[in-house]
């Protein structure tokens, strides 16, 4: 099937969306509307059909708290989003909140929770991840450089467990918080380090007592990156690989991968998303896939052609690619980004679900951005 339209609302910009699944059957999509500040969410079957009206994810209020940049995560029976939030008519400079609503699949109701105790970073998303048990687990960048990277884990009822914490140990002004939880029930916490030199990316493992070990640096130096947990009981972190902007360069911008064992030692297997040359890579993720696979995402420019953006995928193992590169938009010209992508194993089949941000303008929603997206039936070789 062609891409589909994923907002109802057209007035202004929607924008930021994330995507998750819901019982193997569903995939919900948030994302923050520009034309009144507030998350909406939509749900949709397997197949691409909406499931249910467009939703008001976070609680009704008066207007002007501005809420921004959503995520979630499926857990138990509902699902979870986490947005940032600042208050109604204060200025730009304004301490802003994380929060979170949990939903329960068939009631689409639950309240909503305010997690950071202190001021959290306004422009970072936070993050979410499953954890073995049923609850959940939630990160982001903190204001202070010597906090910034927490964590707060939750029951599924909304109950905090323990108490809130701080990932990282060297202090900075970190970016890009990632979580994911193994097969062994350990977390791994993850983020884009900002200490001095180039970015690079540093991970800390936790059990339920606390950090594992000591905080591992990565080789790698970014921009963006994703991180995703794989069946084995391993992980992945992919990131871009910028090569510099040498208009003579065969490869400028491309996604790369790495994974890693439990105990976080490098599973010395390093993976490039594709072999296409001269392109620019942005907008990095990951989704687990059955069997130990996974499926990089990112959204590519190819450089010698018009300016415009497509929506890009691989489906790799452990031991490597399979099947070929594919293309989830299916309209042209323009731009996409915001990229964000789930896989859902319903009783059939395995669907990955691509969903971005569009300036195409086009179709049902002519009025700004708009957020789209498509449902690809995965093979068990790849595409």
């Not at 802003?96 to 959290?120: C, H, M, N, Y």
């Not at 982001?140 to 910034?148: I, M, V």
């Not at 915001?338 to 941000?357: D, N």
């Amino acid at each position: 099937m062609d891409e589909v339209l994923i907002n109802t609302t057209t007035a202004g910009d929607q924008s930021q969306p994330s995507v998750c699944g819901l019982q193997g059957t569903q995939f919900v999509v948030v994302w923050e509307d520009h034309s009144d500040n507030t998350i909406k969410g939509q749900m949709f079957g397997a197949g691409g059909a909406k499931s249910s009206d467009q939703i008001l994810i976070n609680l009704p209020t008066p207007p002007g708290p501005r809420r921004q940049l959503p995520v979630a995560v499926e857990y138990g029976s509902g699902f979870v989003v986490a947005w940032n939030e600042q208050a109604a008519g204060s200025a730009a400079t304004a301490p802003t909140q994380l929060k979170l609503r949990i939903f329960d699949a068939d009631t689409l109701s639950g309240p909503e929770i305010q997690v950071s105790t202190s001021p959290v970073e306004p422009l970072i998303r936070p993050a979410l991840a499953r954890l073995q048990d049923g609850n959940f687990i939630v990160v982001w960048a903190d204001k202070r450089a010597d906090q910034r990277i927490r964590a707060q884990r939750f029951g599924a009822d909304g109950s905090r467990i323990g108490a809130e914490f701080r990932a990282n140990t060297t202090p900075g002004l970190h970016k890009v918080p990632m979580v994911a939880c193994l097969t062994n029930g350990d977390v791994v916490i993850a983020w884009r380090a900002r200490i001095t030199g180039p970015l690079h990316i540093r991970y800390q493992l936790f059990n339920a007592k606390g950090a594992v070990g000591s905080e591992h640096i990565t080789p790698a130096t970014t921009t963006a990156a994703a991180m995703a947990a794989i069946d084995g009981g391993q992980f992945v972190i992919a990131h871009l690989n910028d090569f510099g902007e040498d208009a003579t360069a065969s490869t400028l911008i491309v996604v790369e991968a790495d994974v890693y064992k439990a105990d976080g030692s490098p599973a010395n297997l390093h993976l490039v998303s594709t072999s296409e040359q001269r392109i620019q890579a942005t907008w990095p993720t990951l989704s687990p896939l059955s069997g130990g696979r996974f499926l990089i995402g990112w959204v590519q420019l190819n450089v010698d052609q018009p300016a415009t953006t497509n929506v890009k995928a691989r489906v790799f193992s452990t031991k490597g690619p399979l099947g070929q590169v594919v293309q989830f938009n299916t309209s042209t010209g323009h731009n996409r980004f915001s990229l964000a992508a789930v896989a859902a194993s319903g009783p059939a089949e395995e669907v990955a679900f691509a969903v971005w941000t569009d300036d195409t303008q086009s179709g049902k929603d002519t009025a700004g951005r708009a957020i789209r997206g498509r449902p690809l039936t995965v093979p068990a070789a790849g595409f």
